[in-house]
């Protein structure tokens, strides 16, 4: 298994940013995929997350904010998100769970004031 997050950066508050994670080595469709964020000297929380089915959860400080997609014919998951606010700031994992836990490389979203 293998999760590649890409798309963190600075942006400003209010800004969006879009983040895609490419996974291979498992039958992708069938699974379900998250996203985790974990700030500075907090533990890591769930984001969203995206069931086989197209399902969604949320945060609720992210509810109406986020959005969680899949491309199955991609192999790929997405956050978009907008309005993003300092709170935000973090590093955003992809996660898979699959006998065990399976976790990308993670990638650095600041949010400026």
């Known amino acids: 298994v293998q999760l590649q997050a890409s798309g963190g950066g600075l942006v400003q508050a209010g800004g969006s940013l879009r983040l895609s994670c490419a996974a291979s080595?498992?039958?992708?469709?069938?699974?379900?995929m998250a996203w985790y964020r974990q700030a500075p000297g907090k533990q890591r929380d769930l984001v969203a997350a995206?069931?086989?089915?197209?399902?969604?959860n949320y945060a609720d400080s992210v509810k109406g904010r986020f959005t969680i997609s899949r491309d199955n014919a991609k192999k790929s998951v997405y956050l978009q998100m907008n309005n993003l606010k300092p709170d935000d700031t973090a590093i955003y994992y992809c996660?898979?769970?699959?006998?065990?836990?399976?976790w990308g490389q993670g990638t650095l979203v600041t949010v400026s004031s």
């Open positions: 996660y898979l769970r699959l006998n065990r836990d399976w």
């Open positions: 080595g498992f039958r992708f469709s069938i699974n379900t």
């Open positions: 995206i069931a086989s089915g197209g399902s969604t």
